[in-house]
C-alpha cells in the first residue's frame, strides 16, 4: 500500500490507541512495575492481540458504514439499547476525567507548575478543542501531543536504564490476579469503541466529500489503511506501558503512588534528578490526549444514542468535565488514585454490552458487505472478548 494513501487515512486509531496509555493506565502501570518487577512484560505484550482485534472491528465498522456506533446500535435495535449501552460508559468516563485531571495536577507539580493554575488551563484548551468540532485540527494537535510523551516517557526510562529482571513471572495470589485484571481493563476501554468507529465514519466521510479518492477504492483501502494504524497503535500502546512498567521497576515498597512529592523523591533516588520532570511531562501529555479523546468518544456515542448530532454535544463535554476538575482540585489524588484501580476492573464489565453488539454487527452482511466479520474472524474476535473478560471475573472471585 502507498505511504500517501496510509496517511490520508491517518489519526483516529492511531489516537484512540496512544488516548488508551492515559493517566489511569500510566499509574496502575506504574504500580505494576513496583510490585512485579519486570515480570508482567510477558502479560502487557500478549494484550496487544485482544486490543487490535476488538478496536480493529470499532474501525472497520466505521469505515464501512460511515457510522458511529451509536448510531448504529440505536437504528438497528432500539434507542433504549443504544442509551442502556451509553450510560455507564459516560457514568465511568466522569469518574475517569477526574483521574485524567489528577493525572495532570500530579504532573504539574513534578515540573514546578501550580495545580491551582494548571487545571483551569487544561480544562479551558481542553473544551476550545473539543467543542470546535475541527477534527483536522484536533488530529494534529493531539498527534503531537502523543509525540511528546513518548519522549518524554521514553527518556524517564533511558534516565533509569534497565534493570536486570525476568520478563516472565506469575503467581495464583489474588494480589496479582487483580493486577491482571486492572491491566486488562486499561487495555480496551468502553470509550474506545465509540470514538474510534465515529472517528474513523468523519474521517472516511470527510474524504468521500472532497472527493480526491476513486469512489470504488474508499472503503477498501480506509479498512487496509485503519487496520495497519491500528496494530501500529497497538503495539506503541503496549510498548508505552513496559516502558513505564521498567521505569518504576525495583522501586518497591518505597512509592505510594499518591502525591507528587512521593514520585519525585523516588524517580530522583533510583533514576536521576531529569526523571520527575520528564515523568511529569509524559503524565500530563497522556492525560490531557486521553482527557480529549474519552471526551469525544463519550460524547459522541451519548449523542448518537439519544439521536442526536454530534455538533449538539458541547454541553456535554462541559457536563461531564467541569465536575471533574473541581473533584480533582478539592480530593487528595491519593483517593482518586486508589480508586481508579478498580474502575480499571469495572471497565471490563461495562465494556461487554456495546463489545457483543459490535461483535454481532460486524458479521452482519447487510451492513457490512465484503468486509463483514468472517467465520475465523469471528471465532477470533469472541474469544479476545471472552479474555478480557475473563480477567475481570478472576479479580472479583
Do not use: C
Not at 2 to 27: E, N, Q
Not at 66 to 78: D, K, P, Q
Not at 257 to 272: C, H, P, R
Not at 338 to 357: E, K, M, R, T
Amino acid at each position: 500500500m502507498k505511504i500517501g494513501r496510509l496517511l490520508k487515512f491517518f489519526g483516529p486509531a492511531w489516537l484512540v490507541m496512544i488516548a488508551d496509555v492515559d493517566a489511569s493506565s500510566v499509574l496502575g502501570a506504574a504500580e505494576t512495575g513496583a510490585m512485579f518487577n519486570y515480570g508482567l512484560i510477558w502479560f502487557l505484550l500478549l494484550l496487544t492481540i485482544p486490543l487490535y482485534f476488538i478496536q480493529e472491528t470499532s474501525g472497520r465498522i466505521g469505515a464501512v458504514t460511515e457510522e458511529g456506533l451509536g448510531v448504529l446500535i440505536r437504528n438497528r435495535y432500539s434507542p433504549i439499547t443504544a442509551k442502556v449501552m451509553a450510560f455507564p460508559m459516560v457514568v465511568t468516563d466522569m469518574v475517569t476525567y477526574a483521574v485524567e485531571y489528577a493525572g495532570i495536577a500530579i504532573g504539574s507539580e513534578l515540573i514546578g507548575l501550580p495545580v491551582i493554575l494548571s487545571l483551569p488551563f487544561f480544562f479551558v484548551v481542553h473544551i476550545l478543542i473539543v467543542s470546535r468540532r475541527k477534527l483536522k485540527i484536533t488530529e494534529i494537535v493531539l498527534v503531537a501531543v502523543s509525540s511528546l510523551l513518548i519522549v518524554a516517557f521514553l527518556g524517564s526510562l533511558a534516565e533509569r536504564g534497565i534493570m536486570d529482571f525476568s520478563p516472565v513471572y506469575f503467581s495464583p495470589s489474588p494480589g496479582f490476579l487483580f493486577m491482571l485484571a486492572v491491566n486488562a481493563g486499561a487495555v480496551v476501554m468502553p470509550f474506545m469503541l465509540f470514538f474510534q468507529s465515529s472517528a474513523t465514519a468523519s474521517k472516511v466521510s470527510g474524504i468521500r466529500a472532497e472527493k480526491t479518492f476513486p469512489e470504488k477504492d474508499l472503503a477498501g483501502v480506509a479498512v487496509r489503511s485503519m487496520r495497519v494504524e491500528t496494530f501500529a497503535g497497538a503495539l506503541v500502546s503496549e510498548l508505552l506501558m513496559i516502558i513505564i512498567v521498567m521505569t518504576f521497576s525495583g522501586i518497591g515498597s518505597h512509592i505510594g503512588f499518591v502525591t507528587a512529592n512521593e514520585l519525585s523523591m523516588v524517580l530522583s533516588t533510583f533514576a536521576g534528578s531529569l526523571a520527575p520532570y520528564l515523568f511529569g511531562v509524559g503524565l500530563i501529555g497522556s492525560a490531557f490526549l486521553a482527557l480529549v479523546v474519552i471526551s469525544l468518544g463519550s460524547a459522541w456515542g451519548f449523542v448518537e444514542a439519544i439521536g442526536r448530532s454530534r455538533d449538539k454535544a458541547t454541553p456535554i463535554y462541559i457536563l461531564e468535565s467541569l465536575p471533574a476538575v473541581i473533584v480533582a482540585m478539592l480530593v487528595p489524588s491519593g483517593m482518586l488514585i486508589n480508586i481508579v484501580l478498580y474502575l480499571l476492573v469495572v471497565f471490563v464489565f461495562v465494556l461487554l454490552g456495546p463489545a457483543v453488539l459490535m461483535g454481532i454487527i460486524a458479521r452482519d452482511r447487510k451492513i457490512m458487505g465484503s468486509e463483514a466479520t468472517s467465520l475465523r474472524g469471528q471465532v477470533i474476535y469472541w474469544l479476545n472478548v471472552a479474555v478480557i473478560l475473563s480477567f475481570g471475573f478472576a479479580a472479583i472471585l
